[in-house]
């Protein structure tokens, strides 16, 4: 795949030029990360607020590349069953009654119990073979010829178990299944891993991985993304609702705005045909910013403040 997409990943300012052309503003740092993980074929792992950017950049990703994405949402207690592969039980079970009907040709000749038992075990055998393989987002991207990219989405909210489970698969590409054996990548993917930061994730994991954080962006970077994102929003709101979620994001929430909300409120704004931000409109839409009513009634109050400050 790194050879395929050679000319796509020639230098970082490539890449971030490139993305900026596809709608995703990205700075120098996400350009260098995403460099360094095609070039060296190692995983990343992308760690932020929610809402930064985190899973789109996978998205992005795939399509510069041109590369399938293979995305798999991580949650607790997710298994290798869930993760990996599972067992076609309905295809097994249909099988198992082809052979019960066939028993008696299947034994006819059998001399003795040992050889009968071993007729019996061939079949065995062929019941956790390739054929009866249901692969889940993990054995498909390392399937995927052309090679692909494996979003391990929100991985700090599957278990300890899991993630060691993924240990194989992020160092060496590969992965063992117990019926079957170990099962190399035939391209390798470009494994791209997110993290809320719910939990601390182990140092093995992290070893194995580039590491990148993706903060909040500076009001002149979230200048650009709207820009881009929403590009009919006159230039004046544009840099008021900005300074405002700026001015949020200081404040002790329970949940500050991430960048996805300043741009759905931008564009409801821009459907409501706002041409400035005022009192009246901030507190009608600011549902659109935060997610918890006591945040809402703690900002309420504080909105004319909040409207000075952003203007200065």
């Known amino acids: 795949m790194i050879i395929k997409h050679s000319d796509k990943i020639a230098s970082p300012q490539l890449i971030k030029d490139s993305f900026e052309q596809l709608g995703y503003i990205c700075s120098d740092d996400i350009a260098m990360a995403v460099y360094l993980a095609c070039q060296l074929q ?27 994405l293979i995305r798999m949402q991580c949650y607790e207690g997710l298994d290798e069953t869930r993760a990996l592969y599972e067992w076609k039980y309905g295809k097994q079970l249909l ?28 079949f065995g055998d062929i019941f956790y073979s390739e054929q009866f393989l249901e692969p889940r987002p993990l054995l498909q991207a390392l399937r995927e ?33 117990p019926e079957i054996g170990t099962i190399k990548a035939t391209s390798k993917p470009i494994v791209m891993l997110t993290s809320n930061n719910t939990r601390e994730l182990g140092d093995a994991l992290k070893r194995r991985c580039l590491h990148l954080y993706i903060p909040f962006p500076d009001p002149k970077l979230e200048q650009q ?7 009919e929003i006159g230039e004046t709101l544009r ?16 949940k500050v705005p991430a960048v996805s909300e300043t741009i759905d409120w931008a564009r409801a704004l821009l459907l409501l045909n706002v041409h ?21 009634e703690a900002v309420e109050p504080e909105i004319h403040q909040l409207i000075q400050k952003m203007r200065r």
Not at 99 to 113: E, I, T
Not at 147 to 174: N, R, V
Not at 239 to 254: C, H, I
Not at 287 to 294: A, R, V, Y
């Open 42 to 68: 190692k995983p990343i792992l992308i760690e932020g607020p929610p809402g930064v950017g985190k899973t789109e950049l996978a998205k992005k990703t795939a399509q510069y590349l041109g590369a399938k």
């Open 225 to 231: 993304i709207i820009a881009v994102q929403v590009p």
């Open 95 to 122: 099988y198992t009654q082809l052979l019960k009907d066939q028993l008696g040709d299947v034994m006819r000749g059998a001399k003795g119990l040992d050889e009968s038992v071993n007729r019996l075990h061939q």
């Open 276 to 296: 400035s931000l005022d009192h009246d409109w901030i507190k009608t839409t600011l549902n659109l910013l935060l997610k918890f009513q006591d945040d809402i």
């Open 145 to 177: 010829e052309d090679g692909a990219i494996l979003l391990i989405d929100e991985i700090d909210k599957s278990d300890q178990e899991f993630e060691a489970f993924l240990l194989e698969l992020l160092s060496d590409y590969q992965v063992t299944i």
């Open 239 to 254: 840099q008021d609702l900005v300074s405002f979620v700026s001015e949020l994001r200081a404040l002790a929430l329970k």
